[in-house]
């Protein structure tokens, strides 16, 4: 039986935004099982939460990238404009967690404690390199879907939630507590994998085009 190309386009997305979200309860089931998983789970949550919000700005790369990288020239451009607006992102989240700036956001503005405030600074930490992985994946996404190869980002993040797993599988072999920190380190770690398989394979296929299928 054919496939109608609508579906044969939408399902894949659709299977990645599922799996996309699986990645949020599958951390907070591991880190609920700290001893101090109530300051753990705050943390997280905060620090997700202030994350999303610094991050926001480079979430367009990819439906930029969609309507605008018909060339390698004009992806590398988007990029680099975007790679601009990320590096003063990066820089105020480090600031966030560094600084008593963190304690402001965190104790005052949110409103928890100096233990769930201490525990989401470091998990903004790890949290770090993010938007400049957000950046490319998307930018690599944008590309993929221009030449209707939405299997490919199914297959990635599926991948991705496989090093999730590995990471907290890992953790929990050892028998360590995952704390918020290393939740959002195993997260930064999976989008990094992810990126690097469109980066490879946007560098090893040459038959993916710019131009829309």
Same mark, same amino acid.
């Given at each position: 039986m054919k496939i109608n190309p609508l579906y044969k386009f939408y399902l894949p *997305?659709?299977?990645t935004a599922v799996m996309m979200n699986v990645t949020t309860p599958v951390l907070n089931s591991v880190i609920s099982r700290h001893p101090a998983s109530i300051i753990q789970l705050?943390?997280?949550a905060a620090s997700?939460?202030?994350? %999303? *919000? %610094?991050? /926001?700005? $480079?979430? /367009? $790369?990819?439906?930029?990238? &969609?309507s605008k990288a018909d060339s390698k020239y004009a992806f590398w451009r988007i990029s680099k404009i975007f790679?601009? &607006?990320?590096?003063p992102l990066m820089a105020l989240n480090f600031f966030i967690a560094t /600084?008593?700036?963190?304690?402001?956001i965190f104790e005052r503005v949110i409103g928890t404690t100096a233990a769930v405030a201490t525990a989401a600074? =470091? %998990?903004?930490?790890?949290?770090?390199?993010?938007p400049l992985f957000i950046l490319f994946r998307g930018s690599f996404q944008g590309i993929l879907i221009r030449a209707k190869k939405t299997a490919v980002i199914s297959i990635a993040t599926l991948v991705r939630l496989i090093a999730l797993f590995f990471w907290v599988g890992l953790f929990i072999i050892m028998d360590k507590n995952i704390t918020s920190a290393v939740a959002g380190a195993g997260l930064t770690l999976a $989008?990094? &994998?992810? %990126?690097? &398989? =469109?980066?490879? *394979? *946007?560098?090893?296929?040459?038959?993916i085009s710019f131009q829309k299928q």
């Open positions: *997305l659709a299977l705050a943390a997280f997700f939460a202030i994350a %999303t *919000l %610094t991050h /926001s700005p $480079v979430f /367009s $790369v990819q439906q930029i990238a &969609i790679f601009v &607006i990320m590096v /600084s008593e700036l963190g304690n402001i600074k =470091y %998990t903004i930490m790890a949290f770090l390199p993010l $989008v990094f &994998i992810e %990126t690097f &398989i =469109y980066f490879w *394979l *946007l560098c090893r296929c040459g038959n």
